[in-house]
């Protein structure tokens, strides 16, 4: 079984509220954790409005189908 782990920091100038990062940014939980392969969720900067980290983890059996996923 192969594994990938991506963590991305989104910087979101601008943002006022943390209502409107949950808007801006909340679109990559819903694209990316369509497929059964790959965990999505908000891993860090949860109580800042102008940035967020997110974390991407994908599995599957060999590393071809990994990077794949990951593409």
């Known amino acids: 079984m192969q594994i990938a782990i991506m963590t ?3 910087s979101l ?3 006022s509220s943390l ?3 949950r808007q801006r940014v909340g679109g990559l ?6 497929s059964p392969n790959v ?4 891993s860090g ?3 800042r409005h102008d940035a967020s980290e997110w974390s991407f983890v994908v599995v599957a059996l ?4 990994v990077d ?3 593409r």
């Open 8 to 10: 991305v920091t989104i």
């Open 13 to 15: 100038p601008g943002c």
């Open 19 to 21: 209502k409107e990062k």
């Open 29 to 34: 939980h819903e694209r990316f954790g369509r």
């Open 39 to 42: 965990a999505v969720c908000e």
């Open 45 to 47: 900067e949860l109580d």
């Open 62 to 65: 060999t590393k071809r189908d």
């Open 68 to 70: 794949t996923q990951c």
